[in-house]
């Protein structure tokens, strides 16, 4: 066992991460942004070195499912402990350990189906606060997606009453050539443009910005909404009626499950047939075909240039990559691309690759919320944190605490700081748009678009 780097002053919440893979790395470098005290554990010296090298965090190589390194890495005085590894069952002892052990809440990534269907069970029995599946996740997120037309991303805000939508404004389009304050009064009512990616640059508008066509905006409204928004903007609204699943795995399986419930016939491809003979069976109502994705043949027989939608969910990033542009060049479908590795994740943005869903960073996003609302609890302000064009941008939600200094003001008079946007508030469940007269309320929760990293609590957006 080999410590390789302690702290010297914690803060925040004491936090033991065991797995340094994707989600792991991505974890760390989300959480040491909110100065929490983490320990990481890993067999692997490589990926401890590696992750102590470049963060403030402890290193202990071992295995996180032993009681002592557990002891070692804290879990006496420990806030939370994540199981993170690529095995279920590691993952659920590492909980278990440390739910005895310790005082610590406990969350399990789990992603084999059969321990889902028992999710209640093992939380009520383990005392797990959260198990988080990258694959179910992926699959809802997707879903999302799909049923929301047009749309690159939907991320949700205010308890799901709010979705932030991004989008691309096409050649003709009702919104091209004019400034934000000239839009309609009806689209001005129900959203807020917060963000604009153009020629690469990404800019928090105010009302003189100018839209163009090919400008990727990114907008808050409600839920409730959306589609009549989306309607009044000029793009279609209803969702296809069709999707082609290319890959058979289990992000396949939980998205077929959702849009058979929406009443969305689906085709799934896997070169498995082992795997395409389980999911006829598990799914009975789509049809499964057990052929090469990457053939360009077998393609145009399952009908890829019809699709009204396609999802590149192969195990293979590079194979994914490859069909969502072969796709982009024979169909018009809406079209969606898993992709697995994180570290290349800007340059795969750059591809004409329609949504671009990352399952492990879904997955350490919701951990990582998990978190900011167990430090909430202890002070801190942030609720929801979601990046936005590649993390150049962030939307924050920021519970509104009884002594802040944005309270009772009209929205106008709030000197806010450069690249600070308040772009919602959700007030006892309902969600407002803001205008200049409307104030904040102490427990509200206010959502705010920035490109200022330094944001940890609601009185940062001050000058």
């Not at 797995?19 to 942004?33: K, S, Y």
């Not at 000239?182 to 990616?197: G, K, P, Q, T, Y």
Request: charged share 25%; aromatic share 4%.
């Amino acid at each position: 066992m080999e410590n390789s780097k302690r702290r010297e002053k914690p803060k925040g919440l004491r936090i033991i991460i065991v797995g340094c893979g994707r989600v792991g790395r991505t974890l760390v470098d989300r959480l040491t942004e909110d100065d929490h005290d983490i320990t990481v554990i890993d067999e692997n010296p490589d990926e401890i070195q590696a992750i102590t090298d470049r963060y403030d965090v402890s290193g202990i190589v071992a295995n996180g499912a032993s009681y002592s390194v557990q002891k070692d890495a804290g879990v006496e005085e420990a806030d939370i402990l994540i199981a993170v590894t690529a095995s279920d069952e590691l993952n659920l002892l590492c909980c278990l350990i440390a739910e005895h052990a310790g005082h610590c809440e406990v969350l399990a990534r789990v992603r084999t189906p059969e321990y889902l269907e028992e999710e209640d069970y093992l939380k009520e029995k383990m005392g797990l606060a959260m198990i988080i599946n990258p694959d179910r996740r992926a699959a809802e997120y997707i879903a999302k997606i799909l049923f929301t037309p047009n749309a690159l991303s939907v991320d949700s805000f205010a308890g799901g009453h709010a979705d932030m939508i991004s989008l691309r404004i096409p050649e003709g389009n009702k919104m091209v050539g004019k400034r934000l304050m000239d839009l309609e009064e009806e689209l001005r009512d129900i959203m807020l443009i917060c963000a604009v990616e153009r020629n690469k640059e990404v800019t928090i508008p105010d009302g003189s910005f100018v839209l163009q066509a090919g400008d990727e905006i990114a907008f808050i409204t409600q839920v409730k909404s959306a589609r009549e928004l989306l309607k009044k903007m000029g793009f279609r609204v209803r969702h296809a009626r069709n999707a082609l699943l290319l890959g058979g795995g289990r992000t396949s399986y939980y998205l077929a499950k959702i849009l058979e419930q929406a009443g969305v016939a689906t085709t799934i491809v896997d070169k498995d047939p082992m795997r395409c003979a389980k999911m006829s069976a598990l799914l009975p109502k789509a049809v499964v075909i057990n052929g090469d994705a990457s053939n360009v043949d077998q393609l145009d027989q399952v009908g890829i240039s019809t699709a009204e939608a396609v999802v590149a969910l192969t195990d293979k990033d590079e194979e994914n990559i490859l069909l969502a542009l072969h796709t982009k060049n024979v169909s018009d479908a809406k079209l969606v691309t898993r992709v697995n590795r994180i570290t290349f994740s800007k340059v795969i943005q750059e591809l004409d690759l329609g949504s671009v869903v990352f399952p492990e960073y879904l997955t350490a996003e919701a951990i990582t919320a998990y978190v900011r609302t167990k430090a909430a609890q202890m002070h801190a302000d942030i609720e929801t944190l979601v990046d936005l064009f590649g993390s150049r941008v962030e939307a924050i939600e920021f519970y509104v605490g009884p002594n802040t200094k944005v309270t009772g003001i009209p929205l106008s008079e709030l000197k806010l700081k450069d690249q600070v946007l308040i772009t919602c508030i959700n007030h006892e469940g309902q969600v407002i748009i803001p205008r200049g007269n409307d104030t904040i309320c102490a427990g509200d929760t206010v959502i705010v678009v920035t490109g200022n990293a330094e944001l940890s609590q609601i009185n940062d957006i001050l000058e």
